[in-house]
């Protein structure tokens, strides 16, 4: 085995150790950066919710409060149309959910499912929690799940949730006086619950994996090129000349030249 194949073989083996290595790390860091993303979006969907909570609250509510009193119109309800605006965004992202959950809601739809119901206990029993974050495997793969704490901060709140007869009448009549009804003052009911798929994630890190390896292939291809002519040049090269005089020597040849090289490195001394 020749000098130059050796030396390629061990290089070849550095790199790749090294790229195995770095690609672990790199995508390591490259998924987790994602993730933070997904965070940043669920807190961007959050914001627009609110939005649309306050909206309903200060505009739609004062509106139609009078026509409520005649047939309730869930539309007056912040919570109601907050879920139906994020109903429309899925037509576009059907992947993304958004549900305001409760232990015990007006709606029956609002109604939390059992995983929603262990994320809002946790949050009832820790006040000092401001968000859950936990990954979910779904039908539609892994999910990236936030949950924030829906706290009764307002008294208004209680004037349809405290108890029936202090209800709208008309709400009572459209939904019963079963359910919604004996919250309290800074009792967390439910949560905001947003998810958003983690195979976004998954593909931006593999994308910039595949980058960085064929970025670091093409360096190490160059490299290799450049320090096999170097080798070439300035080692093999000279050894090869050298073994030949000396191999003339050994055979009785003493007429061989002296083999000079310019410089003051060891093949030349």
Known sequence: MGLRLKFNLILAACFVLGLIASSMLFYEVSHRSAIERLHAQIGVLRAQALAVRAYTSDEIRPLLNDLS?????????????????FHKFRDQFPDFYYKEAALNPTNPSDLASPWERELINRLRADSSLKEIVEYRDTDKGRQHTVAFPLTIRSEACLTC?????????????????????????????????????????????????????????????????????????MVLTPVIKMSEIAEQVSLGDSAQPEYVIDGKDEIAS
Do not use: C
């Not at 119109?73 to 109601?80: A, G, N, Y």
């Not at 202090?166 to 998810?195: C, I, R």
């Open 69 to 85: 009193d005649v047939q309730f119109l869930p539309q007056i309800v912040p919570s109601f149309s907050a879920q139906n605006v």
């Open 161 to 233: 949730h405290s108890t029936p007869d202090k209800a709208p009448a008309s709400m009572v009549a459209l939904y019963g006086d079963k359910a919604g009804f004996g919250w309290k003052m800074n009792e967390t009911v439910g949560a905001q619950v947003v998810s958003v798929p983690l195979t976004a994630a998954r593909q931006q890190a593999l994308e910039n994996l595949k980058l960085m390896v064929g970025a670091m292939s093409v360096i190490f291809l160059v490299l290799l090129l450049v320090i096999n002519t170097l080798l070439g040049t």
